[in-house]
């Protein structure tokens, strides 16, 4: 028997073969898994390849995908486990043609506030279920071609990860447009020059979805996936041995993709994310902040209103703080509002902080103007420098602080029969 995880499915669809249970987003096989500690890995494992598989709407693609795989893993210690994020019937789909292979497959389905970190946070919870030697992540859009996994986990037996490049002699024909072609080339470029010892000298392709990585060799604690790009946060976060091997890019089966403009900004806030660290992009957002600061502060002292230094200082601190708390929000501490605070108390702690310190700031924005007679916005800009570490300080430490959570086992949510 194989294990198999699915979602409720209609009565045409049940056959009294395996029972296996959902716990949370976790995946338990009842012969297996379920009488293990939590958090507990064996020293051994039950598959020599666990191939992830995330999934958005991609039902149409899962009969090929799992026939495909199943003729080319043909006699090989492997599972096939789908992360699936679908709002259509993608684990029903799955579930029926899972249910006449050979192949052994599981599916974590992952729903509302689940669906964190995008395809990358797909990925990531798929390698954290899965206990075997190595792991194969690839789309479920068939661009990815399955034969060509025996080779890619072959290629990773002496080295940590095997990458399946489009262009170490591959062919990226498979991006339809020439503006995808543009955007992966341009992407590409970005990360190999931000990370010239960890991608550029290692790897071709850091944009690709498809590869086998061995599961010892990277740390999951470390990783922060967010997004669609999950080798880049796997390549910049290890020091890895890495070989190539390239890829026919194939087209897409059925349905439209999921890329986007956006994803091309959430691929740039990753880059940045990667390549500074969290005081650095609070520093940035810092700096426009102060910008804005001193040119509110500039429209009233020498506008129509001729407002007094004092006056303008006050107002252009307010403008300042609200705006310093949405970029916060979006490019500092985004991976960080799961700590039980709403957004409205997160404002609210910003605000009052923000503006106790301002206050205490006024008395030195005055002795520069009257005794050091700096330019009054010349003194804003210090004040506002000299405070940047105590609120980057508050804000970490109180305001985003992640909220301690006791590791237990995830509650049962159902069992069904399939």
Known sequence: MRPLLSQHMPDALQRPARTVVMAGNVVVDHRKRAERPHGHRPSRTWFDTTIVVPTLNEGANAAPLIERLTAAMRGRSVEVLFVDDSTDDTPQQISR???????????????????????????AAGIASSDSDFVVVMDGDLQHPPEMVPALRDAAEDVDLSIASRYDGGDPSGLVSTYRRWVSGAGTLVAQACFPRRVG??????????????????????????????LLEVLTRHDLRVRELPLAFGERGAGVSKASWRTGVQFLHQVLSLRMGRFSRF?????????????????????PLQAHYLIAAIAAAEVSILHNFLLQERYVFGGLHDGGRSRPRRLAQHLAFNNAEALVRLPFLVLLVETVHLWPLMAQALTVAVACIARFGFMSRVVYRPRRQRPTAAPLRETVEV
């Open 283 to 303: 520093a940035a957002v810092g700096a426009v902040g102060t910008a804005v600061n001193l040119a509110v502060m500039a429209l009233l002292l020498e506008g």
């Open 201 to 230: 000298r290692v790897c071709t392709d850091p944009m690709t979805g498809f590869f086998c990585v061995r599961r010892s060799a990277i740390d999951l604690s470390r990783m922060r996936p967010r997004g669609f790009k999950i």
């Open 97 to 123: 043609v899972a249910s006449h292979v050979d192949l052994p497959v599981r599916i974590i389905h992952r729903g509302g506030a689940e669906r964190t970190g995008g395809l990358a946070g797909a990925v």
